[in-house]
């Protein structure tokens, strides 16, 4: 086995406020289905982005750190860190959930997927150690 | 892709004693098989509930995150914190393993697939952060 | 030495948005000061309290840790949890920053002291595991 | 200044049963005090024991760190791990909270002081990672 | 379902330098492709590893943990810990990444799968919270 | 109280490799002294770092975090993020111990103290989650 296949992961985190709301509802329907979280609060978000592929033998890696790393601070941590998510543009339309939050961020990253040099495969973003969501791409519907 | 499939998972603690033992051998043999864990310890036991389904357009979610606390916190917290796990009539025919408490708290959450909004996938115990057992069900058999 | 002085602390996470932000001052002069943090952003909140007295030798304990846990629920988590501290009013006249937020906190669990069973010696609170403020009371003035 | 003046740190793990219980109270006057920490249950317990005093330029440490966690090792870890706490008997006679721990740990490191290289000065037991008890020892009477 | 199947994973932790270097390659290549990893530096490396398979019904465990932990225990902290892994001479050869890691450590704990009681199903290397590489075996390829 | 006086901390982490070694010793009497840790290995190192002070009523702040941050960036963090310590000419003649570590970063970072805007109170260096070493300046002496 000259190549055998890994999944890397980089986890970064970042400090964002958000509230769960569907504008195109009642204020009084919201709040019945997102409760609390109907109001604007905040989290210190973790986000994990894990790309698969063979070891490179020459370089012992699947795909270089450096490269995830730097692409993973411009899309997330540079668009999100200290922001109002409601109010970030490429969110603004959708719920603001873990779970859109995965999608959408899956979407930016696999956008660059070339320059991250192997299959992205894993987006999972905590609101906290209690809570999180996780996508594995379109490819799983 | 209208309806991306995620993975939404809790976690929740409680702190309980167990101990390793099958009534059905010898003190000796339990002695052997199970080493210090046969005596009476406990843990801050962590439990991981996860429910995999496509994402909900109106809300933004797989499923409600508040149900699922809330059928957690009946189903696992009140009924295992602070108590001796042999002793719960529910467990007390099995080995109080990691792994047979995997099991035995997937049937109840399974129990109440319907109320929980989507698929039941995974259920995870850690003893400690060093040890834990992760159970996907019936299906993988 | 029959009854021996301990500390006994406690710890609670909530789920907040704030902006540092000094209504007095100009736009420019906050964003000068406070750079993004005077955008709204949000933390999970971590606040540790602590209480130092000798052990009472009836029942092992410098308070009663159940008291202290009521307490913190209801003046902190209650207060704060899944909310916009800029606009609680009991906060709403200072910056609302880790430090701030942990006077605050000790004015109102302190207000309580009779209750708590021992006197408190210490707030902390974390915005994230990078960054906290702890306050020890006005005596230290 | 040669001789700086640090604290050094080491912190173990250790997984036990115990219960709230003054024997000398009837049942109901130790449910009423202690609610569900009277039941059997357990955590697994960190323990934090700390020295303090002046480097020693020949090898740039407070004590030997090696001499501390074996001490610790001895004196907790294999005194305590797996352990029904209740009926460990240097610690049967008073209630098996966080603070009587503390003190009773803190009693067998310090009789081992020679042997630990520097003066003991902290003993902080967390039953979980929201409560903790830390003793200073009896100069702070 | 008598036998449900089950993952247990065990997790340790040890503290090692190490380089990223491809010998066969310039100093400058190196450097070009590894930057600041291509210096001599260190972390403290946690390994999780994981066995899957039917719980036995008279142990209620997939496979006996305390096996897991030693044999874990002889094959990488005994191996690893406190040592320069680019020359430990069964890694020596390869660029010594998270990934490369983790091939080579699934296959010292392979060749004693008969001895761990359950087949090996995922070795996951974390140089730091942040970083990680998992390993799933030679049949994902 | 107008100015109440608090501490506010920071941490950072960095990744390095070092061994315990006393150059104007011979090797047997280092590894008599230092046993493992003789040897070359490495930590995911944390520093944290205090300052204490009166908090200021236009910021809410005792000193800017921000400030700080990229003290603690340029002193800590940049100087020895992915090196061997040994080799770092500003430790280079003591043992590269957690002690000496903390009171090398201490003597860096005071003298910054008028950029940092509030005295330096404490140091404390964690080798791992287990292993500390805590400084709290020349004036303990």
């Not at 894990?50 to 997330?76: C, F, K, R």
Request: hydrophobic share 40%; charged share 20%; glycine share 6%.
């Amino acid at each position: 086995m000259d190549h055998p296949i890994l999944t890397i992961t980089h986890r970064i985190e970042f400090s964002a406020a958000h509230r769960m709301d569907n504008p195109s509802l009642s204020p009084e329907r919201n709040l019945e289905i997102f409760g609390p979280c109907n109001r604007i609060h905040g989290h210190n978000y973790v986000v994990e982005a894990s790309l698969t592929g063979p070891v490179n033998p020459e370089t012992g890696m699947v795909a270089n750190l450096v490269d995830l790393m730097g692409i993973m601070q411009e899309e997330i941590f540079e668009q999100l860190d200290h922001q109002f998510l409601n109010e970030v543009s490429w969110l603004g339309k959708i719920v603001v959930s873990a779970e859109t939050l995965a999608v959408a961020i899956w979407e930016r990253l696999a956008a660059r997927e070339k320059e991250l040099g192997a299959p992205l495969t894993l987006v999972r973003v905590f609101e906290s150690e209690a809570n999180s969501a996780e996508y594995r791409g379109p490819s799983q519907n």
